[in-house]
């Protein structure tokens, strides 16, 4: 047997392997898929800002009042010990914030892709990444927008798939505080915690 034959057929072994899981991945249910039949699985605005915008909205129609919001400050900006003082009861959010023309220095304005703000403006800015490239400066914009208008009561929060980090062309090469997410891992977490507080809401629990 040839070099290339012996190739050939390790492929044609992995395919036959992948085929029997994916017959078994149909047969369970597993590539049922809601948001691609929709059309929005790679939707920032429509799906995952508009998603985690409602869990996280103490008003929303899920009815749970502050207890998603509370889990997150719990598990998503406090889980290494910062306290960050949040008053879930009274917080806004808001999805796609307007905070003015982007500057010609690319150091101010844009739009934020997801913000939680309670009474005391302390504020919480997610910049959610699924496939978007950065923009030039992103991160240092919206990190200008916090300092000057809420000082120490902001935290930002850079949310992609799988936890990778900006690149510095959204940090515009600068130094700047930030929390590097996952959907991967603490969004997941996250997640999962929201389906047992919602144990006694089935409706909600299945979404």
Known sequence: MTQVESIIKQLQQVLFVERICQEERWKRGDCFNIFQILGVATSEVRLHSAFLAELLNPCASHGMTAKYLSSFLD?????ESDPFEFDVD??????????GNISADYTTGGRIDLMVQDKNKQ???????????????????????????????????YLTLDGHEPNECSLGRKKIDYICLSYSCEIVEWLDECILIANQKPLVKSV
Not at 91 to 99: H, P
């Open 75 to 79: 598990y998503v900006i406090r889980r």
């Open 90 to 99: 009274s917080a806004k959010v808001y999805v796609e914030y307007n905070i």
């Open 123 to 157: 504020t919480i800015v997610i910049e959610n990444k699924i496939y978007a490239e950065d923009q030039k400066n992103q991160l240092l914009r919206y990190f200008n927008y916090g300092k000057v208008k809420y000082q120490d009561g902001f935290k930002l929060i």
